[in-house]
C-alpha cells in the first residue's frame, strides 16, 4: 500500500513539472480592422497584424486586393493568387500579415488561414512594385500632353500615323473585351466622332484605343477600375494604328501602352 502511495505521488510530481514546461502559445499577430491596420490605428510590435475576413476584390500572380468598408489594399506574396484561390471561400479567410512602407503601405502576407486550414505563403522572391505616387501632388511631365479622345479620329490615317510615339494624358471610360481568342482592355472616348464610312450623320461612334497587355501590377490596377466602375485617368504612349478594315469595323484608332494610371490616391506607373 505504500509504495501504491509513493508511486502515484512520485507520477504526480512528474505530471506537475510537465505542466510546468508548457508554454501557453501567444499569436503573435494582432487583429485589427484594415483600415486600423492601415493607419496605425491599433498598435503592433513588428506592425504584425491578423485582418479578418476582409473582401477579396480580385487576384492575380504575386497581389491580392482587399477590401473593408472604404479601405482598399493590396496583400502580396509569391503566387498568394493561387494560395487564395486553393481555399475555397474567400469570404471567409483570415490573412496574417506584416505591414510595409515601401514603395507604398501594403501588407506581406505570411499565412492565410480558413476554417480548416493554415496555410504559409512563400516570400522567397521579390515582388516587383510599380514607382507610386500620391495622386494629390503628382504632375506629369510636360512630354504627356492633355489629349481629347474624340481627337482621336480613326479615319485620320495620317494624323493617327504622325501620333506614333507620342505621350498623351487621357481620360476614358475602360471596357474590358472579349473575343473567342483573347481578350484586351478598351479605352472609350465619352463623345461621339461622325462616322465619314458610314455617310450617316445619324450614325456616330466614340473614339476607341486598344491597350496593349500591360505589366501583372498594372492589370490589376485596370481591373480595380472597372470592379469599382472608375474612368481611367492616366498616361499612354501611342504605340501603332490598327488597319483600316479593323479602324472600320470596329473604330478602333489604334494600340496604346499604358505609362501611369490613377487609383484612388496614388499614381501607379509602369
Sequence with gaps: MMRKVVCLFAMGIVAALAGCGEKEVVDEYTKATLRE????????EGFKYKIVKPQVIDTLGN?????????TQFVTGNNIAQV?????DMSNLTFNVVKRFKPV????????????DSVAVPQEKPIAFPRIA?????????????????DLRYDDTIGLRDRIGKKMSIRAKLLKVDTDTTAFW??????????????????????RLR???PRPVLEIVLRMLAKTDQEFIGGVTFVGVEPMPGRQE???AGVVEIGWIRFLESVYQR
Design 211 to 213: 491597350v496593349k497587355t
Design 134 to 150: 500620391d495622386a494629390a501632388t503628382f504632375d506629369p511631365a510636360a512630354e504627356w500632353v492633355p489629349t481629347e479622345m474624340v
Design 63 to 71: 497581389f491580392v486586393v482587399v477590401r473593408q468598408s472604404n479601405i
Design 84 to 88: 487564395v484561390g486553393k481555399q475555397g
Design 105 to 116: 503601405v501594403h501588407f506581406q502576407c505570411i499565412s492565410v488561414v480558413s476554417a480548416n
Design 37 to 44: 491596420a492601415t493607419f496605425g490605428e491599433v498598435p503592433s
Design 250 to 252: 470596329n473604330q478602333v
Design 186 to 207: 478598351m479605352l472609350e472616348g465619352d463623345k461621339p466622332c461622325p462616322s465619314p464610312f458610314l455617310r450617316n450623320p445619324e450614325r456616330i461612334v466614340p473614339a
